[in-house]
């Protein structure tokens, strides 16, 4: 792997609780800005789809809503971020970091990151948000009990990123307690700079 490649590439940090709304804003941004997207979720459901070794073991820990090994994430991002190195203006990976550590050892292995997005929105909202997909989406981590897990998880090992990044100055806190438009506005505003 070439170091040199990831070099000076934009890299945005999106974070938040389970059912903030990342997934949906993403989605946003990337017909907006054209960053490259990657999701460490989709990263994730997409190793244990493959039926690997390594993923079966993944989809034990995603249904207790914990966090799966650092190296595991950080590895399948670093790859997807080279696949895509000499086609991106930019990278928004979202779903990390979950834990300072990841941050951290994100930057210091691959690159700085330019500014964290952080949604911020209540327990009960997101629960909702989450119960409202699982009618849906099939997903093994969307259901009460790992919902509560999950929330648990953000508090102890997210929360702390929040505050980090928030003492370095990069931190972008958005209201996403609003419709997903009223969200996307502030989101834009962050982005180009131009938030009170
Ligand atoms: P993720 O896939 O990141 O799951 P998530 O936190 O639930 O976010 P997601 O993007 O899916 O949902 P969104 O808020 O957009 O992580 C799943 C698991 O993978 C973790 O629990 C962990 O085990 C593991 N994992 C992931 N990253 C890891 C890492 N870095 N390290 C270790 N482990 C990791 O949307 C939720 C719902 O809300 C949707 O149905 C959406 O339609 C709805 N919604 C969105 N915005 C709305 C709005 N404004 N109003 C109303 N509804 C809205």
């Known amino acids: 792997y070439d170091p040199d490649k990831l070099k000076g590439k934009k890299v945005i940090f999106v974070v938040g609780g389970p059912g903030c709304g990342k997934g949906t804003q993403c989605e946003r941004i990337v017909a907006k800005y054209g960053y490259t997207h990657l999701s ?23 249904e207790q809503g914990k966090l799966v090994p650092m190296e595991t994430v950080l590895e399948l991002l670093r790859d997807a971020m080279i696949a895509k190195a000499d086609t991106s203006n930019g990278f928004l990976i979202d779903g990390y970091p979950r834990e300072v550590i990841q941050g951290t050892e994100f930057e210091s292995n691959i690159q700085e990151c330019d500014c964290v997005l952080y949604f911020e929105c209540s327990a009960e909202t997101m629960t909702e948000r989450l119960l409202g997909r699982a009618k849906t989406s099939g997903r093994v ?51 180009d700079g131009k938030e009170g």
């Open 40 to 62: 460490s979720g989709d990263l994730l459901r997409d190793e244990v789809k493959s039926g690997s070794e390594r993923g079966k073991k993944l989809t034990e820990i995603m």
């Open 141 to 191: 981590d969307d259901n009460e009990e790992t919902i509560k897990k999950r929330l648990d998880t953000f508090y102890s090992a997210t929360e702390p990123v929040v505050s980090h990044y928030e003492e370095k100055g990069k931190l972008r806190k958005i209201n996403a307690e609003r419709e997903v438009e009223a969200i996307f506005a502030d989101v834009c505003a962050a982005l």
